[in-house]
């Protein structure tokens, strides 16, 4: 194997890692939005009423 096939390579595969990675975060942030958005909205009301 060449040093150009082995750097192609890995810049194959850390591009499939980031994907990857960014993949499940915007899925982490879309299951949790809306957990962080209701805290955000509760405090409000209690800040609000107090």
Do not use: P
Request: charged residues 25%; aromatic residues 10%; hydrophobic residues 45%.
């Amino acid at each position: 194997m060449s040093g150009i096939n082995v750097k192609n390579l890995l810049r194959r595969e850390l591009r499939k890692l980031k994907a990857a990675i960014e993949k499940s975060f915007k899925q982490y942030i879309r299951t949790h939005y809306s957990i962080i958005w209701l805290i955000c909205l509760l405090s409000y009301l209690l800040s609000i009423l107090d």
